[in-house]
């Protein structure tokens, strides 16, 4: 009798421990589970912020002043996420990095070609409304450039 009381005991034991075992168990996988959750939100977020971005970069390359606007968006995102690391504003992905360098060495020879083109025609009409006073400027290095 003594033994089947003490089997009975040990059975009590072995129910109560795994009992133990299962709610440890329930209680690690709900940890997990919002561990999985929380991390899910965050990315989330994250690719959130990227594709709304993205998406007024998209919307408003459509037209002249949209390409201003995006070219502008995209250097915000230049200067504020790839070399400060904003966390607020999303970095510039590798393609979107090389078509903005391509679009500001582009913007910077348009800007040289500009002023040269414009000095150029101030000259053109300086000549065209003084031609007496041009000749006497210009005379003697378009006679040189001819060979005389």
Not at 1 to 21: C, T, V, W, Y
Not at 123 to 142: D, H, R
């Amino acid at each position: 009798m003594a033994e089947m009381i003490q089997q009975l005991n040990q059975e009590q034991e072995d129910n109560s421990n795994g009992r133990k075992l299962s709610m440890l168990k329930r209680e690690a996988k709900e940890e997990l589970k919002k561990k999985v959750q929380d991390k899910a939100k965050k990315k989330i977020k994250e690719l959130t912020k990227k594709a709304v971005m993205k998406a007024a970069k998209g919307g408003s390359a459509a037209t002249l002043v949209g390409v201003i606007i995006t070219y502008a968006i995209m250097t915000i995102q230049f200067i504020f996420g790839n070399i400060f690391k904003s966390k607020a504003i999303p970095k510039l992905g590798f393609a979107e990095t090389i078509i903005w360098a391509c679009a500001t060495f582009f913007i910077i020879v348009a800007v040289v070609l500009i002023i040269f083109i414009i000095i150029l025609l101030a000259m053109g009409f300086y000549v065209t409304l003084f031609p007496g006073a041009a000749a006497i400027m210009f005379g003697p290095e378009i006679l040189e450039f001819i060979g005389f």
